[in-house]
């Protein structure tokens, strides 16, 4: 399966906070470096997403943005 | 200045490709980790993005998806 | 600090509802024109958002569209 | 026509440029203020969009981030 | 009413969920194909979404990605 | 490969249109219903779309607004 997405970063799940219609999955993808996505609930019940997982975040080019300090 | 984008990850702008409204910024954040943004032609002259900067890339943690294999 | 993101609309909080996962934050940007945020609650938390903030709403060229009557 | 998205912004377009798949549409929304989009150059070519017209730029609430300085 | 976005797939509502800040609608646009939309649940009051209702799914070109197997 | 985006719809790419840095994809679902894509120019490359390719159209949930007439 290929994905147009061009960014997928390997990391664990540290951390999975779930509402009613969302959920807030914290990756860590380095040490002390994490990657927070929100996602729905459905997803994280579906996946069975829980701490420990091995996954990836993927995210749209275009939803990139750049700081410059 | 406090930012409500959950995601900021340093590197280092590797490579800058520029077309007529947008430009595409490839950005090094750990060896052999790529982020890759989509951006106006217009904020990277503004910003006067070029290889070797050094960046965070920015993100909205609803623009997380997650992938299991 | 430079960003990338080519919209930012400066205004004040006036509203602010936490949900478990996420919140809404409503800006007034001009008299009578508001602009409607949803972050994750964590950010309203980080950054105690509150009624009465000076804040910007911070958006993403590729995230707006055009609408002609 | 009822549209879920929150925010839809009057302006008159100030300036458009065309890329070979995407184009810009500079959209002042009060003096001195603008907002930028970037939409397909079809949507562009299909909605005749040109400098002067009056239109309403459109953000899906979760587009928006906020800052806080 | 003429819209930027690309692509507005029309459909019927099948399922509401609601919940403190977001809703989740999923509207049926072919038999046995969903599209799963997460709005706020303040456009699901204010528009009267729900079950049995024809509704369009919009979504701007810039948000969707292509997957090849 | 497990993706949290809930909308994957199949069909068959129509028209490839490449710029410098974007691309537009335009994928046919169904007879008469057409989806369109922006991606990078580089995605398209890397994984040879072209018409005639059987795709699927991916959007995260959050991605999709709805539209009542």
Chains 1, 2, 3, 4, 5, 6 share one sequence.
Not at 5 to 19: E, F, Q, S, Y
Not at 20 to 33: H, K, S, T, Y
Not at 38 to 64: C, L, Q
Request: glycine share 6%.
């Amino acid at each position: 399966m290929k994905l147009s997405a061009r960014n997928l970063i390997p990391g664990k799940v540290k951390d999975v906070t779930v509402g009613l219609v969302n959920a807030e999955v914290v990756i860590e993808v380095a040490p002390g470096v994490e990657i927070v996505s929100v996602i729905t609930k459905n997803s994280v019940d579906r996946m069975e997403i829980k701490p420990g997982d091995e996954v990836r975040a993927m995210v749209k080019a275009t939803s990139v943005m750049v700081v410059k300090d």
